[in-house]
């Protein structure tokens, strides 16, 4: 089963991989390039390390964040936050690229309470809707290589990778990755900024295949479906930090239990899991 779906793209988020990519040319953050482990061939392997693993297996993120409504040049509106996960399992290829599966799972909360919403009570049009969580992924979805990323199924054949566009940070014993991304491949384009932070050791040694990292990511989206907002004129922007775990037993029990209960315990990204 895949669950990724154009249109599901636009109800919600996937919070960090299947980005780190934008148009334009790759940028690795000029002179501080050469204290980053790799060749100009290999450097984008590094960004693989932050975010996912260089070896098969689960990766997972557990995040929390905000989400607002900005209408205009209106005040902008805390709707309410959000709890998730997003989990990577990279395959090498045979050719030195990587391919991709990902599953992400969010559920959204009250923002005074703090408990899990089941239905919610818009404030721009006064009606009650029932909260639908945010489900993305799909098996083998992406493929990044030294050339860059793509979607498997969701970009023309003879459609070229998309570059990356990466900035290298240090600062005493942390480094960190700053990127954006944007597609229009979507029908409706979407924005994300992201820095991912690691330990400035671990980082430098190039056999650490998965590093210790967090990450704050500010993402603009269109309005989430089951808003039921029309054709009202706005969007969303969503504000997110959260860190990579060492395994899925690291997950809150609420949100496990849930997981759980709701949606079969597919707190992985292993490609057979879609069988």
């Known amino acids: 089963m895949t669950e990724l779906t154009r249109r599901e793209l636009l109800s919600g988020i996937s919070l960090l991989g299947f980005g780190a990519g934008l148009h334009g040319q790759a940028a690795m953050a000029g002179a501080h ?5 790799g060749d100009d061939n290999t450097q984008w392997r590094n960004m693989i390390r932050m975010q996912m ?6 990766v997972p993120w557990w ?26 399992w990279v395959r090498p290829l045979a050719d030195g690229s990587f391919s991709v599966s990902a599953r992400t799972l969010t559920f959204f909360r009250d923002r005074d309470t703090g408990e899990m919403l089941r239905e919610y009570r818009n404030p721009f049009t006064d009606q009650v809707v029932p909260v639908d969580a945010n489900r993305l992924g799909g098996k083998d979805g992406a493929v990044y290589s ?8 969701m970009m023309p054949a003879d459609q070229p990778p998309k570059p990356f566009q990466i900035e290298w940070y240090r600062s005493g014993d942390t480094v960190w990755m700053t ?24 980082f430098l040694d190039a056999n650490v295949p998965s590093l210790r990292t967090q990450f704050t990511s500010t993402y603009l989206s269109p309005w989430m479906r089951w808003l039921d907002m029309g054709d009202r004129a706005g969007h969303l922007v969503w504000h997110s930090s959260g860190r990579k775990l060492a395994s899925a037993d690291e997950i809150p029990a609420e949100y496990r239990q849930r997981a759980d209960a709701e949606y079969g315990g597919l707190l992985t990204a292993a490609p057979d899991s879609w069988d």
Do not use: K
């Open 53 to 58: 693993s260089t070896q098969p297996g689960d």
């Open 179 to 202: 990127s954006s991304r944007f597609s229009d491949i979507l029908p409706q384009p979407w924005l994300e900024a992201m820095t991912v932070f690691a330990p400035l050791d671990d």
């Open 146 to 153: 030294a050339q860059g990323w793509r979607y498997v199924d």
């Open 63 to 88: 995040y929390t964040g905000r989400i607002y409504a900005q209408v205009g040049n209106e005040q902008p509106v805390h709707l309410f936050n959000l709890e998730g996960t997003e989990i990577y």
């Open 33 to 37: 390039a050469d204290w980053v482990p």
